[in-house]
């Protein structure tokens, strides 16, 4: 004789079933997404980020692919052991120069800009500056972190125009890294120089400048002081929400749209080697 189980107690064995395939299905996608590596998680939208920061960077930010950053490795002659110094095409072979130091101020600035772009949702590509190409400058947007003094890349590409590095030629102060600012407004200095070498380094000063690069819809981002702490200064200065506010106030239209090429200079207080200040001195639009 066959037993007929009732209607109801049928329907509430489906929905065991049901209820049990769906656990085990959210269960293999739970255990599926854990597996996943970093790289194939989607990133953060980065047209939600708003704020001065956001919009500093926008330029960076718009495109698929992320930054490089070219960092200054200045070329060294010497050995660690015995003395080292700048080296000197005039006077050194090529044979015996070193190339992979950089300052600390570089090394603290490129983590700056990592956390800042981390907040934007985006990352950042690092490269030394001796291995940069100018196949770089065409094909993609950069952020060089350094003067030209050591950074030897930033001679190759459009650059600064207002507040220019240049050696000191006469004087107490000959040889010494000085930014020049090519068309003085009142109150400004014909040209700006870090502490001298002699006494404790108190303040340094730095430019900040977004140039058209040489690509179509590209930018360059320069970065330097005329030692390692003002660069560092300089890369704190743009990675800070309240300096950038400030920054943007003296570039016209920056607010209401696409912000405009700009040159600025920045003076940066120093204390036991580390920069505890920075402030805006001057600014030209492009």
């Keep these: 004789m066959v037993e007929v189980v009732p209607a109801r107690w049928r329907m509430a064995v489906v929905l065991l079933v049901i209820g049990l395939i769906a656990s085990l299905i ?53 050995r660690p052991e015995t003395g080292m110094r700048y080296y000197n095409s005039r006077q050194d072979s090529k044979v015996a120069v070193y190339d992979h130091y950089t300052g600390v101020g570089e090394v603290l600035a490129i983590h700056a800009l990592d956390e800042a772009f981390g907040t934007l ?6 490269k030394r500056g001796s291995l940069f190409t100018l196949d770089d400058v065409k094909n993609n947007n950069l952020i060089f972190v350094g003067s030209p003094s050591e950074n030897l890349s930033l001679l190759d590409i459009p650059n600064m125009q207002e507040f220019v590095f240049q050696r000191v030629t006469a004087g107490k102060r000959k040889g010494d890294l000085s930014i020049v600012n090519q068309h003085p407004k009142a109150g400004e200095a014909s040209a700006y120089l870090a502490s001298p070498s002699d006494v404790p380094l108190t303040e340094d000063y730095s430019v900040v400048g977004l140039v058209p690069g040489t690509g179509s819809g590209r930018y360059v981002m320069i970065l330097a002081g005329t030692t390692t702490f003002g660069t560092q200064g300089a890369v704190e200065f743009v990675c800070r929400q309240e300096s950038v506010e400030k920054l943007l106030r003296q570039i016209p239209g920056s607010g209401t749209g696409p912000i405009r090429p700009f040159e600025a200079l920045v003076r940066v207080k120093i204390a036991r080697g580390v920069p505890v200040e920075s402030e805006l001195v001057s600014v030209r639009a492009r």
């Design 26 to 78: 959210g269960l293999g996608i739970t255990q599926w997404n854990r597996r996943l590596p970093e790289s194939a998680t989607v990133k953060p939208a980065v047209a939600r980020a708003a704020g001065p920061l956001a919009d500093l960077w926008r330029p960076f930010t718009a495109r698929a692919e992320d930054p490089w950053v070219i960092y200054s490795n200045a070329a060294f002659v010497g």
């Design 121 to 126: 949702g985006r990352n950042i590509l690092v």
